[in-house]
């Protein structure tokens, strides 16, 4: 199976801040078919970016996603106070379907 | 607006059964494949299982593969969860989750809140 390996497990940012997150995958990632979602305790996780680099329907130009192949990245520009959650990235174009471990992203 | 809404869980011992529900509104509930993702402490999120739109497709992993059945109601807007030989490393928070299409492909585009199972003796 395609195991996603995410990088830093938690990121402490202070808002305003750029956030970098990393996505690397054991192998390539069939048709770049890579999401990332977003989760909040007690929530339901909330879907960012799907093909690496498409935004999902609300979501705000601050979120970008990039990449090809094994290494994927997420971007957050200038984080709001909401931001700060938990990322995880899946991949959905290789059998089975796998997430990564997550990459916290905490305030400062 | 998509509303996915979860309920089954509970405390079952190990080897036994339980059956979750996801009561979906707010989309054409016929029209979309849909999903189970666990979360689990030790190993984060898992894809346990998908179901075409129609129900005639269904997909597992191995860790699941013939313990699990994914099923639906397309009369009732119901997704459900059979769960058979429950384990300890099965204890998880259970989302259900849509696809944005009718075939099992692309990513979720809209999750429950999530329902928790505890296996336990």
């Known amino acids: 199976e395609t195991v996603l390996t995410q990088s830093p497990g938690t990121l402490s940012l202070s808002p305003g801040e750029r956030a970098t997150l990393s996505c690397r995958a054991s192998q390539s990632v069939s048709g770049s078919y890579l999401a990332w979602y977003q989760h909040k305790p007690g929530q339901a996780p909330r879907l960012l970016i799907f093909g690496a680099s498409s935004r999902a329907t609300g979501i705000p130009d601050r979120f970008s996603g990039s990449g090809s192949g094994t290494d994927f990245t997420l971007t957050i520009t200038r984080l709001e106070p909401e931001d700060f959650a938990v990322y995880y990235c899946q991949q959905y174009g290789n059998s089975p379907l796998t997430f990564g471990g997550g990459t916290k992203v905490e305030i400062k | 607006e998509v509303q996915l809404l979860e309920s089954g869980g509970g405390l079952v011992q190990p080897g036994g059964s339980l059956r979750l529900s996801c009561a979906a509104s707010g989309f054409t509930f016929s029209n979309y494949a849909m999903s189970w993702v666990r979360q689990t402490p030790g190993k984060g999120l898992q894809w346990v299982a998908s179901?075409?739109?129609?129900?005639?497709?269904?997909y597992y992993p191995d860790s699941v593969k013939g313990r699990f059945t994914i099923s639906r109601d397309n009369s009732k807007n119901t997704l459900y969860l059979r769960m058979n030989s429950l384990r300890v490393d099965d204890t998880a928070i259970y989302y259900c989750?849509?696809?944005?299409?009718?075939?099992?492909?692309?990513?979720?585009?809209?999750w429950g809140q999530g329902t928790l199972v505890t296996v336990s003796s």
């Open positions: 179901i075409s739109d129609s129900g005639v497709s269904s």
């Open positions: 989750a849509k696809r944005p299409g009718g075939a099992v492909a692309g990513a979720f585009d809209s």
